[in-house]
C-alpha cells in the first residue's frame, strides 16, 4: 500500500487496475439506447372517438384517424388527441351532480346565468342546455385560447339577445322551440366568428318560470292550461284523422258495390232481354218446334222436383185409386199435367 490512508476502501480501489471496455461496445450500447426510445416515441394509438393533431415543433402539420400510427421520434413531432366524435354538453342555470336513472341535480341557484330580461321587461328564469361537436380539431386547439370558455359566453349571449325579442308569456309557454331554434343559430355564428371549432348540435330549455314564487304559480297554472288545450287538439286531430278516412274508405266501398250491382243487375237484363229476341226469332221461324223445346225443357227443370209420376193415356179413362197407396197418406199434386184435370174434381168424382 502507498502511504498510510484512513479508509482502506479507498485504497483498494486505488490499488486495483479498473478494466478497459472496449470503445465499440459504447457505442453499441448509446445507438440500443437511441434506437429503443425512437420506438418508444415513434408509434402512437388513437382511439376510435378521438381525431391526433400532429404538430412538428410546434407547427401544426397533420390529423391522424383512429389506429396505429407512426410520427418522428425524440419530440420533434408532438401528438395532440381531441374528442372529435363525441357530443358534449354545457348547462345554464342549474347543473348535474349524478347522471343516472334518477339524475341528481345540484340544489344550488345560478342566477347570474339564468335570469333574463324579456322583451315587455318581465324577467323569467330561464334554464337550458348546449349539446355540441367539436368539428375542426385543429381550431379547436389553435383558434381560440379556451373554446369551453367561449361558448358558455357565447351562449349566454345568443339566449339573451333571442330571449329580449319576446315577451314573458312567449318565453314561458308557446315559443320555447321557436327561441332555442333562435338561439342555436345565433350561437353557431359567434362560434365560427370565434374560430372555436365547435359545431352546436341542439339547444334545448329545460325549464322557463318566473322568479317570484308566487308569480310562478299562476304562470305554472297558465301553462299547464295551455299544455291540456294543445293536448285536446291533437287528441281531437288524431280522432279526426282516424274516423274520416274510415268513412271516406266504408263510402267508396259502398259506392263501388252499388256501382258493381247496378252493372250486373244491367247486363242481367241486357242478356235476358237478347235471350228472348233471339228466342222469339227462332219462334217465329217453327212455332210447333220452338213451343215443343220449350215445354220439354221446362219438364226437364219440373219433374226432378216431383216425388211420384203419373202417365195416362188421354184416349182410355183411368182412376187414379188403383195406383195410390192410401195407407201411405200418398197425395196427388193439386196442379194436374196438361190434359189432365185438376185433383179436386178427380176426387169428387171418386166419391
Same mark, same amino acid.
Given at each position: 500500500?502507498?502511504?498510510?490512508?484512513?479508509? #482502506?476502501?479507498?485504497?483498494?480501489?486505488?490499488?486495483?487496475?479498473?478494466?478497459r $471496455?472496449?470503445?465499440?461496445? %459504447?457505442?453499441?450500447?448509446?445507438?440500443?439506447?437511441?434506437?429503443?426510445?425512437a420506438?418508444? /416515441?415513434?408509434?402512437?394509438?388513437?382511439?376510435?372517438?378521438?381525431?391526433?393533431?400532429?404538430?412538428?415543433?410546434?407547427?401544426?402539420v397533420?390529423?391522424?384517424g383512429?389506429?396505429?400510427?407512426? !410520427? =418522428?421520434?425524440?419530440?420533434?413531432?408532438?401528438v395532440? !388527441?381531441? !374528442?372529435?366524435?363525441? $357530443?358534449?354538453?354545457?348547462?345554464?342555470?342549474?347543473?348535474?351532480?349524478?347522471a343516472?336513472?334518477?339524475?341528481?341535480?345540484?340544489?344550488?341557484?345560478? #342566477?347570474?346565468?339564468?335570469?333574463?330580461?324579456?322583451?315587455?321587461?318581465? $324577467?323569467?328564469? &330561464?334554464?337550458?342546455?348546449?349539446?355540441?361537436?367539436?368539428?375542426? #380539431?385543429?381550431?379547436?386547439?389553435?383558434?381560440?385560447?379556451? #373554446?369551453?370558455?367561449?361558448?358558455?359566453?357565447?351562449?349566454? %349571449?345568443?339566449?339573451?339577445t333571442?330571449?329580449?325579442?319576446?315577451? +314573458?308569456?312567449?318565453?314561458?309557454?308557446?315559443?320555447?322551440?321557436? %327561441?332555442?331554434? !333562435?338561439?342555436q343559430?345565433?350561437? *353557431?355564428?359567434?362560434?365560427?366568428?370565434?374560430?372555436?371549432?365547435?359545431? +352546436?348540435e341542439? &339547444?334545448?330549455?329545460?325549464?322557463? /318560470?318566473?322568479?317570484?314564487?308566487?308569480?310562478k304559480?299562476?304562470?305554472?297554472?297558465v301553462?299547464?292550461a295551455? @299544455?291540456?288545450k294543445?293536448?285536446?287538439?291533437?287528441?281531437?286531430? @288524431?280522432?279526426?284523422? *282516424?274516423?274520416?278516412?274510415?268513412?271516406?274508405?266504408?263510402?267508396?266501398?259502398?259506392?263501388?258495390?252499388?256501382?258493381?250491382?247496378?252493372?250486373?243487375? %244491367?247486363?242481367?237484363?241486357?242478356?235476358?232481354?237478347?235471350?228472348?229476341?233471339?228466342? =222469339?226469332?227462332?219462334?217465329q221461324?217453327?212455332?210447333?218446334? /220452338?213451343?215443343?223445346?220449350?215445354?220439354?225443357?221446362?219438364?226437364?227443370a +219440373?219433374?226432378?222436383?216431383v216425388?211420384?209420376?203419373?202417365?195416362?193415356?188421354?184416349?182410355?179413362?183411368?182412376?187414379?185409386?188403383?195406383?195410390?197407396?192410401?195407407?201411405?197418406?200418398?197425395r196427388?199434386?193439386?196442379?194436374?199435367?196438361?190434359?189432365?184435370?185438376? =185433383?179436386a174434381q *178427380?176426387?169428387?168424382? $171418386? *166419391?
Amino acid at each position: 500500500m502507498r502511504g498510510g490512508s484512513n479508509d #482502506p476502501l479507498r485504497d483498494l480501489f486505488q490499488d486495483t487496475p479498473l478494466p478497459r $471496455v472496449p470503445r465499440g461496445l %459504447i457505442v453499441i450500447a448509446i445507438l440500443a439506447l437511441l434506437g429503443l426510445s425512437a420506438l418508444l /416515441t415513434m408509434f402512437y394509438t388513437v382511439e376510435a372517438d378521438e381525431v391526433a393533431v400532429v404538430q412538428r415543433f410546434g407547427k401544426y402539420v397533420r390529423q391522424t384517424g383512429p389506429g396505429l400510427n407512426f !410520427k =418522428l421520434p425524440f419530440g420533434i413531432e408532438t401528438v395532440r !388527441k381531441v !374528442k372529435a366524435q363525441r $357530443v358534449l354538453k354545457e348547462e345554464f342555470g342549474f347543473r348535474t351532480e349524478e347522471a343516472g336513472v334518477r339524475t341528481r341535480f345540484s340544489e344550488s341557484e345560478f #342566477p347570474d346565468e339564468s335570469l333574463m330580461l324579456t322583451g315587455d321587461l318581465n $324577467v323569467a328564469d &330561464v334554464r337550458w342546455i348546449v349539446q355540441y361537436r367539436i368539428a375542426d #380539431p385543429v381550431k379547436y386547439l389553435f383558434g381560440n385560447r379556451n #373554446p369551453r370558455k367561449a361558448l358558455r359566453d357565447a351562449a349566454e %349571449i345568443a339566449m339573451r339577445t333571442v330571449v329580449g325579442d319576446y315577451t +314573458v308569456t312567449e318565453v314561458l309557454t308557446e315559443s320555447r322551440l321557436e %327561441i332555442a331554434n !333562435k338561439a342555436q343559430e345565433k350561437l *353557431q355564428r359567434l362560434l365560427d366568428l370565434y374560430e372555436t371549432g365547435l359545431r +352546436v348540435e341542439t &339547444v334545448k330549455m329545460q325549464n322557463v /318560470t318566473p322568479p317570484s314564487e308566487a308569480v310562478k304559480r299562476a304562470f305554472n297554472e297558465v301553462n299547464e292550461a295551455q @299544455q291540456e288545450k294543445a293536448r285536446k287538439i291533437n287528441e281531437a286531430l @288524431q280522432a279526426y284523422n *282516424q274516423a274520416v278516412p274510415r268513412a271516406r274508405g266504408e263510402a267508396e266501398r259502398t259506392i263501388a258495390k252499388a256501382e258493381g250491382y247496378a252493372i250486373n243487375r %244491367i247486363n242481367a237484363a241486357k242478356g235476358d232481354a237478347a235471350r228472348f229476341t233471339a228466342l =222469339l226469332a227462332e219462334y217465329q221461324k217453327a212455332p210447333d218446334v /220452338t213451343r215443343r223445346r220449350l215445354y220439354l225443357e221446362t219438364m226437364r227443370a +219440373v219433374l226432378p222436383a216431383v216425388k211420384q209420376v203419373f202417365v195416362f193415356d188421354a184416349d182410355q179413362p183411368a182412376s187414379l185409386l188403383p195406383f195410390l197407396d192410401l195407407q201411405r197418406g200418398d197425395r196427388l199434386p193439386e196442379a194436374a199435367l196438361p190434359g189432365e184435370r185438376p =185433383l179436386a174434381q *178427380q176426387r169428387g168424382e $171418386v *166419391q
